[in-house]
């Protein structure tokens, strides 16, 4: 079965509501143009209820950007798995760079997320990739490895295949770098002989991977060109209605979709 590509939008803390709800409306309207691609909109947490409402009836996926392990209990400031389930979420990003390096997020945290996510039938996107030190020390698929293997630890693997993984170097977000696609090709290829190690070939094949890391127009076709790069979480280039459905465009024409 061929991978159905995934391309989602991470707004991060960007948007006013009305920002969020007009660019929710555009997103809506490319991924009902383009059903060969599965689309997502991760709006900032307190807009997801507006984005889903505008989303409605179309095939756009709404997603948060984080939450926390526990379901519910005194965690100030937190937001738990059912209650994005609740305001009609069906994914979620978790390990993102932004929560591991800004805010100290560790593996096992990330992990706890992951499990706690798919308890309530959120599809997690697990963010790995290394820091720019990491890559120059000839570190990368350590780190890499140590993201993947401890995000999914523990997960049966029916669980585990419907598991979204974004490989996003930390050097290449947001920063205008991008991976180039032979870059990129390497280490998801990589991340796929890992998961083929812990669970089995099929799996590996089953996993939809996703580059992140400035993902623009004019870089979005050849990275989703290569074999194992099956989709894209897409921060920057995602604010604008425009770019991001050029980059579908691009990411379907890639696909031959
Ligand atoms: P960027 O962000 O596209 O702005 O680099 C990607 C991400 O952080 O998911």
């Given amino acids: 079965m061929p991978r159905k590509p995934f391309i989602c939008c991470n707004w991060k803390m960007n948007t006013t509501r009305a920002e969020a709800v007009a660019l929710a409306e555009g997103t809506a309207r490319t991924a009902a143009e383009t059903p060969a691609v599965e689309v997502g909109a991760c709006p900032p947490a307190c807009y997801i209820e507006a984005v889903a409402a505008a989303a409605n009836d179309s095939p756009l996926l709404v997603g948060g950007q984080n939450m926390y392990a526990e379901a519910k209990g005194a965690f100030t400031g937190e937001i738990a798995g059912p209650m994005l389930a ?22 096992d945290l990330i992990a706890r997320k992951v499990r706690a996510a798919f308890e309530v039938g959120l599809t997690p996107i697990l963010c790995v990739g290394e820091l720019l030190q990491e890559r120059k ?32 170097p930390v050097w290449a977000i947001g920063t205008g770098e991008t991976a180039t696609p032979d870059q990129a090709q390497e280490v998801h290829a990589f991340i796929r002989t890992l998961l083929e ?15 992140g890391g400035s993902v623009k127009p004019g870089n979005a076709h050849d990275l989703l060109a290569r074999p194992d790069i099956d989709g894209a979480l897409v921060g920057g280039a995602s604010l604008k209605v425009d770019s991001f459905r050029a980059i579908i465009a691009e990411g379907a024409e890639a696909k031959e979709l």
Avoid: N, W
Avoid at 88 to 106: K, M, N, Q, T, W
Avoid at 155 to 165: F, G, H, T, Y
């Fill in 86 to 107: 609740d305001l009609g979420c069906a994914c979620v990003i978790l390990g993102h760079s932004e929560r591991r390096h800004v805010f100290d997020e560790p593996d």
């Fill in 137 to 168: 020390a000839g570190r990368t698929e350590t780190i890499v490895r140590r993201h993947v293997t401890s995000g999914l630890e523990g997960l049966p693997k029916d669980q585990a295949a419907r598991a979204v993984i974004a490989y996003e």
């Fill in 197 to 211: 190690e812990m669970y089995d070939a099929r799996l590996a094949q089953t996993v939809r991977i996703q580059y």
